[in-house]
């Protein structure tokens, strides 16, 4: 168990006995960014903070709610509660840690590496760049017992702290560049407190005149000594330290710019020539066009936000490489602004050479990373730029074109039974649309005649198109009844052969099914039946003729629209 009293003054973070074979560290760190999806290399320690704010750490392995490593594939795009950030490093790795979380009762973590400086260290620059995010709850407390997140850099052959960068993060609301989150958070206590966060940000450390040392990379996060606020922190080490957090020194194309770019995170950036007498510009990103002779050597003075690492110079060298590797994109990536885009699917840079790092920017000069890249909600051009070790990095171009089919459909005009509505008349078709017809909201009842509607109601139109989108609208189909129907029947006829006015029959207009007509005499004998309009009564009963007079008719039928007994009556003179 390892004992910390950080009450009085800031002191060391933590005192951890390294037992380890000196030959087996690498010059260039091996999984020193977690990029072997593990903490291979790490030394993970955990306890407690004391209401006196010391620490009580215990050396193991990883604890997997307070060592917590998220990768890109399923954390892509996953954000901080708090900070609404990426919980991935926007740096392009493939892996990010989390050191704590938002559990509280007074726990702390911490974190080392151990390397050593390469002997060029002495003769040349050597960086070492490491990216971090905070989230602090702050209770105000005593400043010894507030959350707080701590980073320092250990020479363990001299046994000293370097002096810079060195800082101690203490929640209070006078953090620089850290911003208020819209979330609170209340423990099982039911107490709460606002909570400050900052987004990912860069730190360097210039390691020149270290050569051959041993040097200990030590994080350390704790909650509140009190038990009731928590603290912790993201980490992400640029994995394969280099003599330079300065990027696109190598290009590939003299008639393009070169572009310098400084590390994130910085509060100044001021460029120069190699022997600092001429300032070039200011900014993060430095354009040079055009390209310089190769080896021209170019130094940018970068300066923290107070508190947040140390003043520094970075170099690079300028030069062309000739590397023959292609980086293809397609030329639009259509998609739907409900579910979006991927960029990273192999078919968006497919007949590229392989072995590219890819990284997606929404800018041109490659300075804004999209936030995830796996699903891409806002139409536009995007950036994707393809790196490989010692070869010049390339940059393709795609643009998002998020829509959703379109269709304007109006209700059609009324008709009248038994004239039917085509639906697919309602609105223009469009190219590369699939249309289907629904008799619900949801599109799950297919609607099978929807060229004939013969019914009013409600009836829906999805439109599909080729790559998926959906878009599904209503139209109102209105099928007004029939005229009434007529049954009427003349009340005079002469059955005397003359060719005129010899049958009776009845007048019958609209949806009506013929079922009987039966004729009586005025004593109610039935003289004659009918079965269907086309039978007429000559005036005679079995064959033979009936003498002139009174006869009295009664038609039974069915009105076939409303599906009614239709029942009618009257009388009728024979006359000869």
């Known amino acids: 168990m390892i004992t910390i009293d950080l009450k009085p003054v800031f002191k060391p973070l933590f005192i951890i006995l390294l037992l380890f074979n000196v030959q087996a560290l690498a010059q260039l760190p091996p999984n020193v960014g977690f990029e072997d999806g593990s903490f291979n290399g790490w030394i993970c320690a955990d306890g407690t903070v004391d209401n006196n704010g010391i620490l009580h750490l215990g050396s193991h392995g990883p604890i997997v709610t307070r060592h917590t490593l998220f990768n890109k594939e399923n954390d892509g795009g996953t954000l901080d509660r708090y900070g609404k950030f990426l919980v991935l490093c926007p740096n392009g ?94 423990n099982s206590k039911g107490q709460d407190a606002v909570i400050y966060y900052k987004d990912w940000s860069t730190v360097t450390i210039n390691l020149h005149g270290y050569a051959g040392k041993f040097m200990r990379l030590e994080f350390t996060t704790q909650d509140c000594s009190e038990g009731g606020h928590f603290g912790y922190a993201y980490l992400d080490i640029d ?95 259509y998609g739907c602004p409900e579910t979006g885009v991927d960029l990273t699917g192999p078919s968006i840079t497919a007949g590229s050479s392989p072995g ?37 990095p390339h940059t393709a171009q795609v643009y998002v074109k998020l829509t959703a089919p379109v269709i304007k459909a109006t209700d059609p005009e ?97 949806f009506v099914q013929f079922n009987s007509l039966n004729i009586y005499n005025r004593y109610g004998q039935l003289v004659h ?3 269907s309009a086309s039978d007429l009564w000559d005036g005679k009963m079995n064959n033979r003729q009936l003498p002139a007079g009174t006869y009295y008719w009664l038609f039974k039928g069915v009105d076939t629209y409303y599906h009614q007994q239709i029942t009618k009556s009257g009388s009728i003179a024979i006359i000869r």
């Open 239 to 333: 994995e394969g330290l280099s003599t330079s957090a300065i990027s696109g020194a190598n290009y590939c194309d003299p008639a393009q710019p070169v572009l310098l770019q400084g590390p994130r995170g910085f509060a100044s950036y001021e460029w120069f020539n190699a022997d600092l007498s001429k300032s070039l510009g200011s900014g993060q990103l430095l354009t040079i066009f055009p390209p310089p002779p190769d080896n021209t050597q170019y130094a940018v003075k970068i300066t923290p936000f107070p508190g947040q690492g140390c003043e520094d110079i970075l170099y690079a060298s300028v030069s062309k490489i000739q590397d023959g590797l292609t980086l293809k994109a397609i030329d639009t990536l």
């Open 529 to 531: 039946t009918s079965k």
């Open 93 to 186: 790795s493939r892996f990010s840690m989390r050191l704590g979380n938002d559990s509280v009762n007074a726990q702390a973590e911490s974190i080392s590496y151990t390397f050593q400086v390469p002997a060029t260290a002495n003769t040349s620059p050597y960086v070492v760049a490491f990216n971090y995010a905070v989230v602090l709850q702050n209770p105000d407390h005593q400043s010894f017992q507030q959350p707080r997140f701590v980073a320092h850099i250990y020479d363990v052959q001299d046994k000293v702290y370097i002096p810079c960068p060195a800082f101690d993060f203490i929640a209070s609301t006078s953090l620089p560049g850290f911003k208020l989150s819209d979330v609170k958070a209340t």
């Open 414 to 510: 009324p008709v009248r039974y038994p004239a039917t509505i085509d639906i697919t008349k309602t609105f223009v078709k469009q190219p590369d649309i699939t249309y289907s017809y629904y008799t619900d909201a949801g599109a799950t009842i297919p609607l099978e005649n929807y060229t004939a509607i013969s019914l009013t109601g409600d009836y829906f139109i999805k439109a599909k198109s080729s790559f998926g989108c959906e878009v599904i609208t209503g139209i109102k189909a209105t099928i007004l009844p029939p005229l009434p129907y007529i049954v009427t029947a003349p009340n005079v006829f002469t059955p005397n052969n003359d060719g005129v006015n010899d049958l009776f029959s009845m007048h019958i207009e609209g």
């Open 356 to 392: 590219f790092k890819l990284n997606y920017f929404t800018d041109v000069s490659e300075t804004t990373h999209v936030r995830d890249s796996t699903r891409v909600f806002l139409s536009g051009n995007y950036y994707i730029r393809g790196t490989m070790p010692d070869k010049c």
